[in-house]
Every structure is written in structure tokens, then in C-alpha cells.
């Protein structure tokens, strides 16, 4: 019986609670047994074989070209398909031949060049240097190692450079991360663009500038783009060529280092997009090819290219290949300090489609069967695994669009591993409302669905719109809705079209009932926070290799004659009162009413009331709002605050008296002080309380209960 009882497959140990807490899931129970097993056994694996997942993960520090402490140069690489490797550089006078690689096992390659005379280091910091490959058909292919820590590019040139990093002196960062936040108010971030000025910005400039624009405007985490070396600016980084290089286009890694370091002195987590979906197809400065074969690294053939991207796909059931990429994510948290990442194209990894041509109804089939990538899935687990027991404090974010169940949820429950996925249909939501519908006709229950719609005790990060929605051929939220305004009428000399009105107060609204009502964390992007105008495009041949729109003009906000600075002072401070009161790790809120016709929302949340008016026009008097907890009531946030670019028709010395007058599912209700009943509704099971307000059209505003104790 033991004997039999040793072949059985390894079950998730928690399985029984996510299909108790998801009975949907019971049919696809053994499809969770076949994921955990397969990452079981993988796992189980890679300790029998590689001496554990700590060591097999720090194979950045012995792959690539690595100094010894005597001065000596290791290197080694993976090269399955090449009949001989040499390395050539500065240090030789770029001889082709003259310092061969051993071959070794399973493809690898080594080479060690002992220390010159006093323990000099025979490749010195700075000198470029390529892996030279003799191909199965003879051809010499001169490549930049997979494990490049730094490859740069010159003006004159096409291609980039691989560039020996290793200063006598690297930057000791002084600071320790911050602890793991319970509410994350990200700011996602591209370094190159984050200035004025028509150029490519840098390292130092964000350390310098950004930082403390972002940490006045209440975000905790920075969520950085374009970090992963790219060959194509305009690709927005989601075009790796080198994939331990952090870009040298905003400086040197040790200026990325001391930006990580700032940014932790400052209480900030700092976040990296980090691309394992997919790879350049670059040969002469990228991965692609790296051997001679068109296998090394990725699939063969037609699987090994994504029909969209036009890029190369990784053979996530490669050993080598889950090397290199669980080495790329312990080198990024362990050499500069990230904080944890954001995992792009989740959703094209976890299917063979890659969503190509397919629509995700959440019906359960879509996510099981032949159509799972399950190596690519087991990846992910691999590497939710190893963050969380090398460094539990790390976070994990995945962009997945189809919502495959218990993503986040833990490994040992047959999840994927993750802490965050993002809400991806919230910015959907919003775009087609304000694109395809009139004012009137917002649907106050379906903007209520879109931002509650998530999966049981999965976190979701909610965001009005990221960088998606900036880039050309898009449109930010501000510019939907102001448009061609924003040039003529944004400055406060000039009169306050209905247009720029309802464009800034809306701004405000869909952006705080994203921030409270949609999720667990909350994302923006730089500079969406104020409405920025025009989009987002990069230097390229169709449009004359400028620089016009490859910027973030934060100088908008610094001018008192601008109406950038109300959306702005808004943003601010709803980030502020977030973390005075921390609703992002609160339970969900209590949706106490959405009101079609007079287009009200109201919800409860960190034992805060918040309540919006949608409608165009229409204002209410003693409006009757249900509440939990008696008490009285005053406003913390206003919409409608001359600050914010409001019309100031709401007095902050108004105190909200509860009623013992059940209300909308609540015990209690508000009543204005010296206030007339002019509206009431009574639904079959009412709060026992409520309490009656002035809301203003076009405004949203939060209540604090002072009776409580802060």
C-alpha cells in the first residue's frame, strides 16, 4: 500500500479550501491537481539536480562574464547549437580566436582568464566586449551574452554595444525597503519621458524631480516601464533585447541603484515591469538567434513567434530557460532592489492562442483544457514561489485580461501565486461610457458591476486608465472629454466652458469612485493625474523622429493660471485620505444605492460614506442616504471645492445628523442639520438609519462619521 500510495501525483495541500470557497471550480479539480503536480515536480527537479531553487535562481552570478575576487574572468553560457564559442573584445584586440570556450554539458560553455599581474582584471570595467559563435554551417555570429549586465548604444550606430560593468566602487544602496503596504497607491512610471523637455530623461532627473512629485502626491509605489533594455524606443519597452540590462539611455545602473535607494528613503516601493512573455527579435543586439538556431531560448517555428507582436516566444518547459528567467527576476530584486513586479502579457503566456482572436465570457471552460500554456503556467508558479520564499516582502502583479480563476491565489492551493491582477475592465468601462453614451444614459448599475466585479478574495488593482490609454491612436480620460478645448480653454483668464466644466468635474468623479469602489490597490499614470493633454507617442520615422509627445509637461501644474493644478490638488488629496483611512485594504464597500434616475451611487467603505452624483443638471436637497453606524457626519473631500475647480455649493460646516429611519439595506440614514424631508424611498428591507444631504450635480463627495474615534 505505501508503495502504491508513492505514485499517487502531488495534490495542492489547500486545493479543498479554494473549491470550497469557488464550488464552480469542483469540475476542473483535477486540471489544479495537474498544474500543482507539474510545478511539484519541476520544482522537486530543479532541487535534486541544480542544489536547490536558491542556487539554480543566482545563476546570474556565475552565466555571462563574472570577476572573481583575485581579479579572474568566468564565463560561461548556454549555446546548444553552436560548434564553438570564443569571446573577443577590447581586452584581445578583438581576435576572434584566441580565448575558446570549453564545451560542457547540455549545451553550456565556459571559459576562465586568469588575473593579470598584480590581480589586475584582464577584461577591464568599460571595455566592450561580444560571445563570438561558429554556427552548425560554419558561420561566424559575433552576439551580445544573454547575461549582458550593461550594453550601451552610439550615436553613429544602429545596434547596440555590450559594455564590461564592473567599477571599482558599485553603489551601496544605505536604505532598507519599505515594509509590505497594505494599501498600494501605485504611480506607473517611464523614466525617459518623465520631464518637460524634448529628449530622453534620465535616472538622475527622476531621482531628482519625479520622486518628490510622487511622494507629495501620496503614492507609495512606483510602477517603472522601460526599465529591461530595449533596441526600439517606441516600443514603450515591451521589446527586450537585453534582459539583465537595465537601459542605458537614462544613465548607469548604479544611477537606477540610487534612484531604487531614494525612492525607499522615501518610504516608496519600487516596482518593475518586467517582460517574460515575450522577446525582441533582434539577433545582433537581442536573444534571438543567439546560437545560430531559431530554438535557443524560444520554440521553433511558427509556435515560437507571436503573430501580433511580431516577436519571439520562450520554451517555458526549457531548463535553461527557466534558468535564465527566474535568474533575471532574483537579480533584479537582489542587485538593485526592486520591490517586486509587475508581470506583462500574462495572458498571452497562460494560452497557446495568446488571446489572439479570442473573447474571454468568463465562462469556467475557457480557462482549462488544450488551450492552457501549462508549462508557461508552471513558470509563473516557479516564480511566485521562489519571490515569496526568498523574499516574502516582494509583490507580484499580473496583466491578465481573461480573469483565469485563482491566479491569486496561492501556489498552494493550485493558484498562480500572485498578490495582484489588474482590472483590466474597469478602463474598458469607462472609455465605452463616455465614448458611446450621453450623460443621461450612464447606467449607474452597471458602473457599479464593472468596479465590484471581482473574483472572491483575489486583490485587484483599479485604475481609470494607464498607459494604455496614453499612447497615440488612444485617448487619455481627459481628453475624451475636453478634447480640443484643452488647447484653447484650460487657463483661468478664460471663461469656463461647458466642456472644460464637465470634462474636470467628471475627471474628479470616475477617478475617486475608481480609487474607493474598484479594488484593493489603485494604479495612474504619470501625469494622467491631471488631465495631461494630447497622447503619447515616441521618436519614429512617421513622425520625424520627434520628441514633442514622448514628455510629461509637469510644469502644467506649477502654473496658478492653469486648471491643470484643481485635478491635480484632487488627486492629492484623495491619495492623502486613502491613507489616513486605508479603504484600499478594507473589506469591499456596501453598495447602499444606485439610483438610475437621479444617477446617484452611494457606498460604504472603511467606515466612510461615499456618495456621487452623476446627473448632468439635476441637484438634490435632504437627499436620504442609508448608513450602518449612527452618528454625526461631516465632509472630509468635496468634489465641488474651489481648490478642486468646483463651484463651492456645498458649506463644510454642515453636520449630517443620523435618523433611526431604516434606509437602502441600513439600519441608519443621514439628515442635515435644520434640514427638510423632500425625498425618501422606502425599498422592502431597509437600513435602520439615514441620514439627508445636499448633493450637488456633477459631484462626489465622502463623509466621516466624528463621533467615531479616529
Not at 287 to 298: E, M, R, V, Y
Not at 373 to 394: G, S, T, V
Amino acid at each position: 500500500m505505501a508503495a502504491a500510495a508513492s505514485t499517487q501525483p502531488p495534490q495542492p495541500p489547500k486545493l479543498s479550501q479554494l473549491l470550497e470557497r469557488d464550488p464552480y471550480l469542483a469540475p476542473f479539480e483535477t486540471d489544479f491537481q495537474r498544474r500543482y503536480s507539474l510545478f511539484y515536480n519541476r520544482l522537486k527537479n530543479i532541487e535534486e539536480n541544480e542544489g536547490g531553487l536558491d542556487k539554480f535562481s543566482k545563476s546570474y552570478k556565475t552565466f555571462g562574464v563574472n570577476q572573481f575576487v583575485d581579479g579572474g574572468i568566468y564565463c560561461k553560457e548556454w549555446a546548444p547549437g553552436a560548434e564553438a564559442v570564443f569571446l573577443t573584445g577590447d581586452f584581445n584586440g578583438w581576435n576572434p580566436f584566441s580565448h575558446p570556450y570549453k564545451k560542457m554539458e547540455y549545451g553550456k560553455w565556459e571559459l576562465f582568464i586568469p588575473p593579470g599581474q598584480d590581480g589586475y582584471p584582464p577584461v577591464p570595467h568599460g571595455s566592450k566586449l561580444k560571445v563570438v559563435i561558429r554556427a552548425q554551417n560554419g558561420e561566424l555570429l559575433y552576439r551580445i551574452s544573454p547575461w549582458a549586465r550593461y550594453v550601451v548604444r552610439d550615436e553613429d550606430k544602429v545596434n547596440y554595444d555590450w559594455v564590461h560593468w564592473n567599477p571599482p566602487q558599485s553603489y551601496i544602496h544605505k536604505h532598507p525597503s519599505p515594509k509590505r503596504l497594505k494599501s498600494l497607491r501605485i504611480y506607473e512610471s517611464h523614466v525617459g519621458i518623465a520631464s518637460p523637455e524634448g529628449k530622453v530623461a534620465s535616472y538622475k532627473n527622476f531621482t531628482y524631480n519625479v520622486l518628490p512629485r510622487i511622494k507629495d502626491l501620496g503614492y507609495n509605489c512606483v510602477q517603472l516601464m522601460a526599465i529591461m533594455e530595449h533596441a526600439y524606443y517606441a516600443s514603450f519597452g515591451y521589446q527586450v533585447t537585453s534582459f539583465f540590462a537595465a537601459s542605458s539611455r537614462y544613465g548607469t545602473p548604479d544611477d537606477l541603484k540610487e534612484m531604487i535607494d531614494v525612492a525607499h528613503s522615501m518610504g516608496i516601493t519600487v516596482l518593475l515591469d518586467v517582460v517574460h512573455s515575450h522577446a525582441s527579435k533582434n539577433s545582433e543586439d537581442g536573444l534571438n538567434k543567439f546560437d545560430g538556431t531559431d530554438s535557443c531560448f524560444f520554440h521553433s517555428g511558427p509556435k515560437g513567434t507571436h503573430q501580433l507582436w511580431d516577436s519571439r516566444l520562450f520554451d517555458y518547459a526549457n531548463w535553461e530557460v527557466l534558468r535564465f528567467l527566474l535568474s533575471n527576476l532574483r537579480m533584479w530584486i537582489e542587485d538593485y532592489r526592486f520591490d517586486g513586479f509587475r508581470f506583462d502579457g500574462v495572458t498571452s503566456m497562460l494560452y497557446h492562442h495568446h488571446g489572439i482572436g479570442t473573447g474571454f465570457s468568463g465562462d469556467y471552460n475557457e480557462y482549462f483544457g488544450l488551450q492552457v500554456d501549462e508549462d508557461a503556467l508552471c513558470y509563473l508558479m516557479l516564480a511566485n514561489h521562489m519571490i515569496k520564499f526568498l523574499h516574502p516582502e516582494c509583490i507580484t502583479i499580473a496583466e491578465d485580461v481573461s480573469g483565469m480563476p485563482a491566479l491569486c491565489r496561492p501556489v498552494a492551493e493550485g493558484g498562480g501565486g500572485f498578490d495582484y491582477r489588474l482590472a483590466m475592465a474597469i478602463p474598458d468601462k469607462w472609455i465605452q461610457i463616455i465614448k458611446e453614451l450621453k450623460d443621461e444614459d450612464w447606467n449607474m448599475g452597471n458602473i457599479v458591476h464593472t468596479l465590484t466585479n471581482r473574483r472572491y478574495e483575489e486583490k485587484y488593482i483599479a485604475y481609470a486608465e494607464s498607459h494604455d490609454q496614453a499612447l497615440v491612436g488612444d485617448k487619455t480620460l481627459a481628453f475624451r472629454l475636453m478634447d480640443a478645448e484643452m488647447y484653447t480653454n484650460m487657463s483661468v483668464l478664460s471663461p469656463l466652458t461647458p466642456v472644460i466644466d464637465r470634462g474636470i468635474q467628471l475627471h474628479k468623479m470616475i477617478r475617486l469612485i475608481t480609487h474607493a469602489l474598484g479594488g484593493e490597490s489603485y494604479l495612474n499614470f504619470m501625469g494622467n493625474e491631471f488631465g495631461h493633454p494630447e497622447w503619447l507617442d515616441f521618436p519614429r520615422k512617421g513622425n520625424n523622429e520627434s520628441y514633442h509627445y514622448a514628455r510629461r509637461q509637469f510644469n502644467l501644474t506649477e502654473d496658478h493660471l492653469l486648471r491643470y493644478r484643481f485635478l491635480n490638488t484632487f488627486d492629492r488629496d484623495m491619495n492623502k485620505l486613502e491613507e489616513r483611512f486605508g479603504w484600499l485594504a478594507s473589506p469591499p464597500a456596501f453598495v447602499s444605492e444606485k439610483h438610475e434616475s437621479n444617477k446617484v451611487i452611494a457606498f460604504e467603505r472603511a467606515g466612510l460614506i461615499f456618495i456621487f452624483n452623476f446627473h448632468p443638471y439635476q441637484s438634490y436637497v435632504d437627499y436620504r442616504v442609508g448608513i450602518e453606524i449612527p452618528g454625526k457626519y461631516k465632509i472630509l473631500l468635496d468634489s465641488d471645492a474651489a481648490e478642486y475647480g468646483g463651484h463651492q455649493r456645498l458649506d463644510h460646516s454642515t453636520e449630517y445628523f443620523s435618523e433611526e429611519y431604516p434606509h437602502n439595506y441600513r439600519p441608519n440614514s443621514l439628515m442635515q442639520s435644520n434640514s427638510q424631508t423632500t425625498f425618501s424611498q422606502h425599498p422592502r428591507r431597509c437600513h435602520k438609519h439615514h441620514i439627508e444631504v445636499y448633493i450637488p450635480s456633477r459631484v462626489a463627495i465622502v463623509l466621516q462619521n466624528t463621533d467615531i474615534s479616529k
